[in-house]
């Protein structure tokens, strides 16, 4: 199981960071991905973490601004979201799926997701 949260209001210019905590499982060697959806729109692949080696990506909309991380001891990912625009708004879900390498951009082949959180960025 993961759970999200984090998400809320913030201005445009400001930072939030979510959490994902899972549960049944470690996330040793998985990969966890953040994504995030907005109505009328194909979902999208933010950011992605390999647990065996520590490599991450991410989109190129948010590159430079967001940053995924992990704590192992408490078995949750995070991801830090500064200069937050209002293109930014979405429901962001994180999932993950055993073994090495990426992720889909579209979430495609991930094992687990979490009920996603909302995120509004607005003034």
């Known amino acids: 199981q993961l759970v999200e949260s984090g998400g809320g209001l913030v201005q445009p210019g400001g930072s939030l960071r979510l959490s994902c905590a899972a549960s049944?499982?470690?996330?040793?060697?998985?990969?966890i991905g953040w994504f995030r959806e907005v109505p009328g729109k194909v979902r999208e692949g933010v950011s992605c973490l390999s647990s065996s080696d520590g490599s991450t990506t991410y989109a190129d909309s948010v590159k430079g601004r967001f940053t995924i991380s992990s704590n192992n001891a408490k078995n949750t990912v995070f991801l830090q979201m500064n200069s937050l625009k209002p293109e930014d708004t979405a429901v962001y879900y994180c999932?993950?799926?055993?073994?090495?390498?990426?992720?889909?951009?579209?979430?495609?082949?991930?094992?687990?997701w979490g009920k996603g959180t909302l995120v509004t960025v607005s003034s």
């Open positions: 999932a993950a799926v055993a073994g090495v390498g990426g992720c889909a951009p579209d979430g495609a082949g991930m094992e687990y």
């Open positions: 049944g499982f470690t996330l040793d060697y998985y990969v």
